[in-house]
C-alpha cells in the first residue's frame, strides 16, 4: 500500500536524548531503542468509517516517538497495517449497501488524506491485511503443521466447497509465555476477549481464550486461497504479528497502538511471534489514552464521533487540532469538549505572533526543554508549556530586545515543526 507523502523535517541544531516511553507490561519507563536504529510497529485503521479525534490522538502519539528518535539520531523504520478485511468493515459495508472493497478504499483514501493535513509522518511499511493474505496463509499452515494451532468444524454451509476443514484457533497451551504483556489475571482476560472480538463460546475450542487465525469460507463474506487451510480470511492478531515480523524483523522495540488493544490484540499478536518465531516478539508495548466524547469512548461503533475530515472541511486548520491533541500527554484519557479547538487555535495564533518578529529572546533552552520533555514519555503538554513559555517573553510588551537573537524565531519555527509536527 502506498502511504501518504512525508512531511518536511527541519534539521535542528544538536541532538535529542535517549527517549524513556512507558512500557504497558511493566508501568515503567525505557529506554525501547537499541543501538542506532529503532523499530516501531502501530496497529493501523480498520477502514469503515472515517478519522475521528481518538485515532488522530494515538497516531499523533506514536508520530511524537518517531520524530524523537530521529531528533536523537536513531535510524528509525515505522511499520504499520490497514485491517483492510473484517468483521466491522463487512459489517458496514452490508448495512449501508456499500461493496466493502469500495468503503475501504474510500476511508484508507481518508485516513491518509487527514495524517498528511495533521503531519503525521507516514509509515515505512503499510501493509494492508488483504495483500499479506499469502503471507498469513504460510504462517497458520505452519502452526497447524506443528501442532500449536487446531482446526474447529465449521456450522452447514460454511466452508465453501472444503466444508471438511475448519476454522483455525490458535492453541494458547504451546505457548508458556502468554498472558506476559498485559499481565491480566483470568477472569480480566476472559471479560476484555468477550468484549473486543474474541469468541470464548465457540464450540470445539480448546481455551475460551484461543484466538481466531484463519476463518472459513462463510456464504456472502469474501474468501481466499488458503491452501491446506481451505478457503478464507484471515483472523485479526496474525495479521498484525506477519506485518509487524515481515516489516521489522523480530524482536522490534515498540508495539503500539490505543489503550483498547493491549488486550487482547497485542497479547495475541505477540504470542503468535513467539510461536513462529523461536520466542522473539515486540520489546516494549506502549498505548495511548482512548480519547472519549459526550461521556464514553469515541469509537466507530457507538458513532460519538467528532472527525478530522469534518472538522477540516470547516475551515479548522489541521495545526490546531494537532494542538488540541498535543494538550493532552498521549496516556491520560481525556474528553474532547468544545473548549478544546479554541484554546488550540489560540496557543497557534500566540506562538505564531512569536515567530514572526525580527529576532527575539534566545531559543535554547526552550528547544532543551522541549526535547527533555518529549524523552520523558513524549510529555508533549510540558513541551507545549516550554515554548508558550518563549512565545510569552518574546511578546512581552516593553521587554529589553537589544541582547535578541536573530535566530531564535528561525529556531522555535524549526524546533516545533521538527519536533512537535506543527507548522508554524
Ligand atoms: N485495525 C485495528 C488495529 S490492527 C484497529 O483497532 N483499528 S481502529 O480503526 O479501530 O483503531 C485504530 C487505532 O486507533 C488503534 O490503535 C486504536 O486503539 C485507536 N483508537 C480507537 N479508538 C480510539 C479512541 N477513542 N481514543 C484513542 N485511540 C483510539
Ligand atoms: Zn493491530
Redesign the pocket.
Known amino acids: 500500500m502506498h502511504s501518504w507523502p512525508a512531511p518536511q523535517i527541519p534539521e535542528l541544531p544538536g541532538r535529542g536524548r535517549p527517549v524513556r516511553v512507558h512500557d504497558s507490561t511493566t508501568g515503567e519507563l525505557v529506554v525501547a531503542a537499541q543501538g542506532d536504529t529503532a523499530t516501531l510497529y502501530a496497529?493501523?485503521?480498520?477502514p469503515y468509517d472515517a478519522t475521528h479525534i481518538?485515532?488522530a490522538?494515538?497516531y499523533v502519539a506514536f508520530d511524537l516517538l518517531v520524530r524523537a528518535w530521529r531528533d536523537a539520531g536513531y535510524q528509525v523504520t515505522y511499520a504499520s497495517?490497514v485491517?483492510d478485511v473484517d468483521d466491522p468493515l463487512l459489517e458496514r459495508a452490508a448495512a449501508t449497501g456499500v461493496d466493502w472493497r469500495a468503503l475501504a478504499t474510500q476511508q484508507i483514501a481518508l485516513f491518509a488524506e487527514d495524517m498528511t493535513a495533521l503531519g503525521v509522518v507516514p509509515p515505512d511499511v503499510w501493509d494492508g491485511a488483504v495483500e499479506k493474505i499469502p503471507a498469513v496463509v504460510e504462517a497458520v499452515s505452519a502452526m497447524l503443521a506443528e501442532g500449536t494451532a487446531y482446526r474447529v468444524p465449521v456450522e452447514p454451509g460454511a466452508g465453501g466447497t472444503d466444508a471438511g476443514l475448519g476454522d483455525v484457533y490458535a492453541d494458547l497451551s504451546a505457548d508458556t509465555a502468554f498472558g506476559s504483556v498485559s499481565r491480566l489475571g483470568r477472569d480480566m482476560m476472559e471479560r476484555l476477549f468477550a468484549e473486543r472480538g474474541g469468541d470464548p463460546d465457540r464450540d470445539g475450542k480448546k481455551d475460551p481464550l484461543d484466538p481466531l487465525l484463519w476463518r472459513r469460507e462463510r456464504p456472502g463474506e469474501p474468501a481466499w486461497d488458503g491452501g491446506v487451510l481451505g478457503t478464507g480470511r484471515p483472523g485479526?492478531h496474525i495479521e498484525?504479528s506477519v506485518i509487524g515480523r515481515d516489516g521489522l524483523g523480530l524482536p522490534f522495540d515498540v508495539q503500539g497502538?490505543?489503550a483498547?488493544?493491549l488486550f487482547p490484540?497485542h497479547e495475541m499478536s505477540s504470542s503468535h511471534d513467539r510461536v513462529l518465531s523461536d520466542g522473539a516478539a515486540p520489546r516494549v508495548h506502549v498505548h495511548?489514552g482512548?480519547?472519549a466524547y459526550e461521556g464514553q469512548?469515541?469509537?466507530?461503533s457507538l458513532g460519538n464521533l467528532v472527525l478530522v475530515s469534518n472538522l477540516r472541511a470547516t475551515g479548522v486548520d489541521p495545526m490546531a487540532i494537532r494542538l488540541a491533541l498535543l494538550a493532552h500527554h498521549y496516556r491520560t484519557e481525556w474528553e474532547w469538549t468544545d473548549d478544546d479547538l479554541p484554546a488550540a487555535a489560540a496557543r497557534l495564533e500566540t506562538w505564531r505572533d512569536a515567530v514572526s518578529g525580527n529576532g527575539g529572546p534566545d531559543a535554547t533552552a526552550m528547544l532543551d526543554a522541549v526535547r527533555a520533555a518529549l524523552a520523558t514519555d513524549l510529555d508533549a503538554p510540558a513541551a507545549l508549556a516550554a515554548v508558550d513559555a518563549w512565545a510569552a517573553e518574546s511578546l512581552r510588551p516593553g521587554r529589553d530586545t537589544t541582547a535578541d537573537d536573530e535566530g531564535a524565531p528561525g529556531v522555535v519555527a524549526r524546533a516545533v515543526n521538527a519536533l512537535l509536527g506543527v507548522r508554524l
Open positions: 496497529c493501523g485503521i480498520t481518538g485515532h490522538n494515538t497495517n485491517t485479526w498484525c497502538g490505543g483498547d488493544l490484540h495511548a482512548l480519547v469512548k469515541m469509537s466507530k
